[in-house]
């Protein structure tokens, strides 16, 4: 479960980081901002509140 929790926040991550862009050309605020966004797939939760409710 955590691999494929990881899996799809690095999937959501790379919906607002093209391929090929540096990861470290945005801010730590950004990232968790776009780790922080709920997910359909979580039943509207983000990967943080799956995470922590284990």
Same mark, same amino acid.
């Given at each position: 479960?955590? &691999?494929? !929790?990881?899996?799809? =926040?690095?999937? !959501?991550?790379?919906?607002? $980081?093209?391929?090929?862009?540096?990861?470290? /050309?945005?801010? &730590? *605020?950004? $990232?968790?901002? $776009?780790?922080?966004?709920?997910?359909?797939? !979580? /039943?509207? =939760?983000? *990967? &943080?509140?799956?995470?922590?409710?284990?």
């Amino acid at each position: 479960m955590k &691999e494929e !929790l990881m899996k799809m =926040q690095i999937k !959501l991550v790379r919906r607002f $980081i093209a391929k090929g862009k540096e990861i470290e /050309d945005y801010s &730590e *605020g950004q $990232i968790r901002e $776009i780790n922080n966004m709920p997910c359909k797939v !979580l /039943d509207g =939760q983000t *990967g &943080e509140e799956v995470y922590r409710k284990r």
